[in-house]
């Protein structure tokens, strides 16, 4: 049991890493010891996460791109291939919201959600799964974790179509790649997130005592909620779970009778 949860020699990649949900992953990564690269389509908020993480300890490293597009997925698998040669851990966490009437849906904020929340996780994953098979070993496999949202497993009270579409398909994308990929020691499970402050949950950041009151637990999420369940299926803690979402989301999804907080 010694040095279950231990990340130390491992590198990690966690894309939307430079606010909300994907920076408390890097900085839990961080702390329990791995190399941690972010990315995100603004440079200059990478690079000033990136700084912020290695002034509290730790190798962080700041790679500016969009990886809305297969190209930029590509040229992101690229830029770690070339730099590392492997990768240990990667966190699809980049993500898009689009809330508008039924009748007022736009086509752009359907493809826009549909493409960064479903697409780009599996070409990805898909463009770097010879890095992540040279890191892979039966004693030690490597991980990949989808960022979903509880969304994708129950309604919540808003417009939000494209959201809902693409987070329940990232839950069962989770299932297919893990399924696929287990053969080469690559085990890709899923967080479910509830109510955490990011600019993605506006109501979590801006109405944080609102929300707390309509969750089972009384709270909205910690950092540490997020980076703990991370940390499991990053380390070795997780080394026998392939293809499972876990909801972080104090008790909003399976332990409450009412609907949870919009």
């Known amino acids: 049991m010694k040095d279950l949860f231990t990340l130390q020699g491992r590198v990690a990649l966690v894309t939307g890493g430079s606010r909300g949900i994907g920076r408390m992953i890097a900085r839990g990564f961080l702390e329990y010891g791995a190399k941690v690269y972010v990315s995100s389509r603004k440079a200059q908020a990478c690079e000033a996460t990136a700084a912020a993480l290695r002034a509290q300890g730790g190798e962080c490293i700041a790679i500016a791109q969009d990886v809305s597009t297969v190209e930029g997925c590509r040229s992101l698998a690229g830029e770690i291939e070339r730099r590392e040669g492997r990768l240990d851990i990667l966190v699809n966490n980049a993500g898009a919201a689009w809330a508008a009437e039924f009748d007022e849906f736009p086509e752009h904020g359907w493809?826009?959600?549909?493409?960064?929340?479903?697409?780009?996780?599996?070409?990805?994953?898909?463009?770097?799964?010879?890095?992540?098979?040279?890191?892979?070993?039966?004693?030690?496999?490597?991980?990949?974790?989808?960022?979903?949202?509880?969304?994708?497993?129950?309604?919540?009270?808003?417009?939000?179509?494209?959201?809902?579409?693409?987070?329940?398909a990232l839950i069962f994308l989770t299932r297919r790649l893990a399924a696929k990929l287990v053969q080469d020691r690559i085990l890709v499970t899923a967080i479910a997130p509830g109510p955490f402050?990011?600019?993605?949950?506006?109501?979590?950041?801006?109405?944080?005592?609102?929300?707390?009151?309509?969750?089972?637990?009384?709270?909205?999420?910690?950092?540490?909620?997020?980076?703990?369940?991370?940390?499991?299926?990053?380390?070795?803690?997780?080394d026998y779970v392939a293809g499972e979402t876990i909801a972080v989301d104090g008790g909003i999804t399976y332990a409450s009778a009412t609907p949870g907080p919009s």
């Open 111 to 168: 493809d826009k959600v549909m493409d960064l929340n479903v697409k780009s996780p599996f070409f990805l994953t898909q463009a770097l799964h010879g890095a992540l098979k040279a890191a892979a070993s039966e004693e030690r496999p490597a991980k990949v974790i989808n960022i979903a949202s509880i969304d994708g497993i129950r309604l919540n009270p808003l417009e939000t179509y494209s959201y809902h579409a693409s987070k329940s």
């Open 197 to 238: 402050a990011s600019e993605m949950n506006r109501a979590a950041r801006d109405n944080p005592d609102l929300v707390a009151s309509r969750t089972p637990l009384r709270r909205i999420g910690r950092d540490e909620d997020m980076a703990g369940a991370a940390i499991y299926l990053a380390s070795r803690a997780g």
